[in-house]
């Protein structure tokens, strides 16, 4: 059972594995993250505009 553990810890592709899907993760949030913030700020204006010419 050590043996094992041992070897899954040297092993190198796990690691790499984890450090993309960290990555990845890390990229998604910044970009959901930005869609929001400029789909409310868009919402705003757009519903500003829309306001401004119905008057």
Do not use: H, P
């Amino acid at each position: 059972m050590i043996k094992a553990i041992r070897k899954l810890w040297a092993e190198e592709n796990g690691q790499d594995v984890a450090e993309y899907a960290v990555m990845l993760a890390v990229i998604l949030v910044i970009v959901i993250g930005t869609v929001r913030l400029i789909g409310s700020n868009a919402n705003n204006v757009f519903s500003q505009v829309g306001s401004q010419l119905g008057q």
